[in-house]
DNA sequence: TACGGTCTGTAACCATGGCTACAAAATCAA
DNA sequence: TTGATTTTGTAGCCATGGTTACAGACCGTA
């Protein structure tokens, strides 16, 4: 029954490294459970208890957080092959910290957390596999998100700016390189206002730092834009 | 050659649910090293390959953020049992992403993750626990660093301390509660100065919205309280 | 090529909250 | 108890960056 699914999930980076045929056993041993659902339904409500890891099977998501006051506002959007609800799955208790609704119609697999981590009976030796997948899922969160929290952590707008322009340098050791976000996306990541980064970047460029076009960024001097990054 | 660690590790949240004897095995089969520092010794180094998962066996350290212009700021303080390094380690290359020194003397166990996620020849049971703890460890982590992501996406300082009482309060349901934090460590996880937190406690309690003293905390106007969260 | 939608730059206005500095209070060790 | 150290409250000053609004650029679609 488990067929049909084989070359949606196939890819996906909690099965990466298994093989066709031992995913199918894979999926028959640990038997998640696919949902359908409509544009607008709730797939997973906050507050409740997860019935384990989500893999965007076909269609997407939005993840919501809700206010204590009651406003709602999507934190990130989700497409196919997108593995959402992999932290908290495998706490105890297992309660979603968000709530997820389906954008569009959408296919979601739930993969109970304790049947990846326990054995099955044959013990078939792509459980092990999984579990490594899931540690490097967990652990590129983890990191993520910590980088995040390190531009957040910086007071001025612009040490933020040249905080995350640094970082893609350091990885790229290019003063050239396009950002994978919008202008507007950025400033989101940054926590900062769209006109405010608009007129920051605006500056920065006008003192001869950085220079850019659309997704495209240029560091000039870099020198001056370590000097911004204060904690 | 490892029965002197056994006291030290004990109950560490890596070993959780393993017996004594166990234990020992477990050690003897992941073969950690134990290296002893002195006080300001480098324990990791930012950005050099890392020799497994660091667990504070004695003494404590320091984690350290390095800005881009050469500033240092100590971004944590360990003490004995704590766990460090879990998420780095598990990724390919396994690279630190901060500096780690040793506050005094210290002794550190680093427990090479590759030796934790295979399973060894004489596949001793207690693997598949230590591979739950960490999957354990590492979703509390990045809950943990949401939550965090979490207040600092509120743009107003009054958002983010309402958005932090009401996170005790949801948890506890009590509206009176000790928060586990002085005044001026809140201040630092909520991204804000001391002198302007204060200001603003002082503020919402004279509105009536909370009460205070020390770090005993009543929630007054729970309403009002959380008609402040907006992101 | 005309249209709607989204993304981007710019500018003026001003509120939030950072900074500094000082004194009172609390905590701790001797 | 005393003195030292850390934590906390308070106040004034003002810079950073949020807000709003508008117009031009860009993009895909029909």
């Given at each position: 029954m488990y067929e049909v699914y084989i070359n949606a999930v196939r890819g996906n980076s909690l099965f990466k490294g298994i093989k066709d045929n031992d995913l199918l056993s894979l999926l028959e041993c640990t038997r998640p459970e696919v949902i359908s659902f409509q544009k607008g339904e709730t797939v997973i409500m906050s507050g409740e208890k997860l019935k384990g890891i989500g893999i965007v099977v076909s269609g997407g998501v939005d993840v919501i957080k809700e206010t204590a006051g009651g406003d709602r506002y999507i934190f990130a959007k989700l497409g196919r092959g997108a593995v959402f609800a992999?932290?908290?799955?495998?706490?105890?208790?297992?309660?979603?910290?968000?709530?997820?609704?389906?954008?569009?119609?959408?296919?979601?697999?739930?993969?109970?957390?304790?049947?990846?981590?326990?054995?099955?009976?044959?013990?078939?030796?792509?459980?092990?596999?999984?579990?490594?997948?899931?540690?490097?899922?967990?652990?590129?969160?983890?990191?993520?998100?910590?980088?995040?929290?390190?531009?957040?952590?910086?007071?001025?707008?612009?040490?933020?700016?040249?905080?995350?322009?640094?970082?893609?340098?350091?990885?790229?050791?290019?003063?050239?390189?396009?950002?994978?976000?919008?202008?507007?996306?950025?400033?989101?990541?940054l926590g900062v206002t769209r006109p405010s980064m608009s007129r920051e970047l605006g500056r920065m460029r006008d003192e001869g730092i950085i220079n850019f076009n659309g997704r495209d960024f240029e560091i000039i001097d870099l020198n001056r834009l370590a000097g911004s990054v204060k904690y």
């Amino acid at each position: 029954m488990y067929e049909v699914y084989i070359n949606a999930v196939r890819g996906n980076s909690l099965f990466k490294g298994i093989k066709d045929n031992d995913l199918l056993s894979l999926l028959e041993c640990t038997r998640p459970e696919v949902i359908s659902f409509q544009k607008g339904e709730t797939v997973i409500m906050s507050g409740e208890k997860l019935k384990g890891i989500g893999i965007v099977v076909s269609g997407g998501v939005d993840v919501i957080k809700e206010t204590a006051g009651g406003d709602r506002y999507i934190f990130a959007k989700l497409g196919r092959g997108a593995v959402f609800a992999e932290a908290a799955a495998f706490l105890n208790p297992s309660i979603a910290p968000v709530t997820v609704a389906s954008a569009g119609k959408s296919e979601i697999m739930f993969l109970p957390a304790e049947r990846v981590i326990f054995s099955c009976e044959k013990s078939c030796n792509f459980h092990s596999i999984m579990i490594r997948n899931i540690l490097e899922i967990l652990s590129n969160k983890a990191m993520l998100l910590n980088k995040k929290i390190e531009y957040l952590t910086i007071k001025s707008m612009r040490g933020r700016i040249s905080a995350y322009l640094l970082n893609i340098y350091n990885k790229s050791k290019k003063t050239s390189f396009k950002i994978p976000y919008s202008k507007s996306d950025l400033a989101d990541y940054l926590g900062v206002t769209r006109p405010s980064m608009s007129r920051e970047l605006g500056r920065m460029r006008d003192e001869g730092i950085i220079n850019f076009n659309g997704r495209d960024f240029e560091i000039i001097d870099l020198n001056r834009l370590a000097g911004s990054v204060k904690y």
